[in-house]
């Protein structure tokens, strides 16, 4: 597809469940992202990866979120064992992270309509 | 970290008024990025504009990086104008891909 796709888009997990939330970014971007964003907050950062390399996971809450893109496109974001406050919408986005022909800078980031988990 | 404040956090408009919505922020930057989440939660970039002006139909924004501040503006406004508008910003001699949010600006243009 043109945008970034993510599924599932809702999901309700029962506490202690494992979920996967998948991510296909536009293709040919080379940068993945993903936000986790609270009920009326803005998207805070979790995690970012540069084709298949993590170059950065300082924002992920605790050691039961992971974070794959193994072939460099598909991203997955893994919670284990959920816990209440991981109820969230969570956000991939990709970028193409070099110029483009509109000039607007590679760094220009483009949403997916997020995955809203609800952890009961 | 970086701070971002956006202002005003509500704002609600008739149908055809012109509006601008403010973000500061606390440190100089190398990546600044308007965006506008519709009622469906959907984040479309609107502005890439670390610097300077730009334009793309009834929406323009500006920063001034200096003085620390950018400016949306929305002309004309319409009822699918209504949504959150969200500040991201990434701080000089960081990370220029890790976005910090401001809470945003909640818009609401009505009939």
């Known amino acids: 597809g043109a945008g970034v796709s993510q599924s599932p888009r809702y999901k309700v997990a029962k506490r202690g469940q494992d979920v996967a939330l998948r991510c296909d970014p536009i293709?040919?971007?080379?940068?993945l992202f993903w936000y986790q964003q609270a009920l009326g907050q803005g998207p805070e950062f979790l995690t970012y990866?540069?084709?298949?390399?993590?170059?950065?996971k300082s924002g992920l809450p605790s050691d039961r979120f992971f974070a794959e893109r193994p072939e460099g496109s598909v991203s997955t974001l893994k919670i284990q064992r959920t816990q209440q406050e991981d109820s969230a919408v969570y956000l991939c986005?990709?970028?193409?992270?070099?110029?483009?022909?509109?000039?607007?800078?590679?760094?220009?980031?483009?949403f997916g309509e997020g995955s809203w988990l609800t952890v009961v | 970290g970086i701070q971002v404040e956006q202002s005003p956090p509500d704002l609600i408009l008739q149908e055809g008024a012109n509006s601008t919505l403010r973000c500061n922020f606390s440190?100089?930057?190398?990546?600044l990025q308007w965006f506008h989440q519709n009622p469906w939660g959907q984040l479309i970039n609107l502005f890439y504009?670390?610097?300077g002006t730009k334009q793309n139909g009834r929406l323009s924004a500006t920063t001034v990086a200096t003085e620390r501040y950018s400016l949306l503006y929305i002309s004309s406004s319409q009822t699918t104008d209504s949504g959150v508008y969200f500040c991201?910003?990434?701080?000089?001699?960081?990370?220029?891909?890790?976005?910090?949010f401001g809470k945003g600006t909640l818009l609401t243009v009505n009939p």
């Open positions: 986005a990709s970028s193409l992270n070099r110029r483009d022909r509109q000039g607007s800078g590679g760094n220009t980031i483009y």
């Open positions: 293709s040919g971007h080379v940068s």
């Open positions: 990866f540069q084709n298949e390399a993590q170059l950065d």
């Open positions: 440190d100089s930057v190398n990546n």
């Open positions: 504009i670390p610097s």
């Open positions: 991201a910003v990434a701080a000089s001699g960081g990370s220029n891909y890790k976005l910090t």
